[in-house]
C-alpha cells in the first residue's frame, strides 16, 4: 500500500486473498484492532488451510471467469483480535452490526451501519457494469443466496461492495431485485 489513513479499526469481511492479502500490513502501522468471523479467522491467522469455491450449481461462466484470472499470491497471516459473530455490534461506525452472511466463505459477513443506512457487503454481492448479483466464487452458493435474500431485508440506502460501484439510494430494493435474479442464474 502507498498510503495510509487514520483507521483504528478494520474488519476481513472473508479470508480470500483479494481482501484479507493487506490485513498484515495496515495491522502492522500499530494501533489497528482486527476483526473477523470466528468461522474466517482460522484462515485469516494462517492456522487452518481456505476451502475452495464450489462450482457444482454456479453458472458455467463463474467457473470460466475462476480458471481465466491471475493466481493471487497467499494473504500473510495476521492476528485477528476480535472475532465477531451474528449481530455482534463493533465500536465503530455508530455501532456497525455484524450480518453473518455465509456461502462466499463460512465466515463472510457484512456490516450493517443502521444510523446511516449503509450496508458494507464484502462478496456477498458484487455490483459490476451495473449489474448487482450474488458474489461469485462461493463455497456454498444456496447459502450465498439464502445471505443476499436475508441482507436486502435490511434497511439500506447505500450498498458499498468488495468488488463493483456503490449503489446510492434505494440499496434494499437493488438487492431484493438481485436475489431474485441470482436465484435463476
Do not use: Y
Not at 456497525?96 to 456490516?111: F, Q, Y
Not at 451495473?130 to 445471505?147: C, H, I, P, Q
Request: glycine share 12%; charged share 20%; with cysteine.
Amino acid at each position: 500500500m502507498t498510503s495510509r489513513w487514520n483507521s483504528s479499526h478494520q474488519a476481513c469481511f472473508r479470508f480470500h486473498e483479494d481482501h484479507a492479502g493487506g490485513a498484515a500490513e495496515i495491522a502492522a502501522w500499530g494501533g489497528v484492532e482486527v476483526f473477523a468471523h470466528r468461522l474466517d479467522a482460522g484462515v485469516i491467522r494462517g492456522e487452518s488451510p481456505a476451502p475452495p469455491p464450489v462450482f457444482a450449481d454456479a453458472p458455467d461462466w463463474e467457473r470460466s471467469l475462476f480458471e481465466s484470472k491471475p493466481k493471487l499470491p497467499p494473504a500473510p497471516p495476521v492476528a485477528v483480535d476480535h472475532e465477531v459473530g451474528d449481530q455482534d455490534v463493533l465500536p465503530f461506525g455508530g455501532g456497525a452490526r455484524v450480518v453473518a452472511a455465509p456461502g462466499h466463505t463460512p465466515g463472510s459477513t457484512a456490516l450493517h451501519l443502521p444510523a446511516f443506512g449503509v450496508l458494507f457487503l464484502g462478496d456477498a454481492a458484487a455490483n459490476v457494469g451495473g449489474k448487482t448479483m450474488v458474489g461469485v466464487f462461493n463455497t456454498d452458493r444456496s447459502r450465498a443466496l439464502e445471505s443476499l435474500r436475508a441482507l436486502s431485508r435490511l434497511d439500506a440506502d447505500v450498498a458499498c461492495f468488495g468488488h463493483g460501484e456503490a449503489i446510492v439510494g434505494s440499496a434494499s430494493a437493488a438487492l431484493r431485485a438481485a436475489a431474485v435474479s441470482s436465484s435463476g442464474s
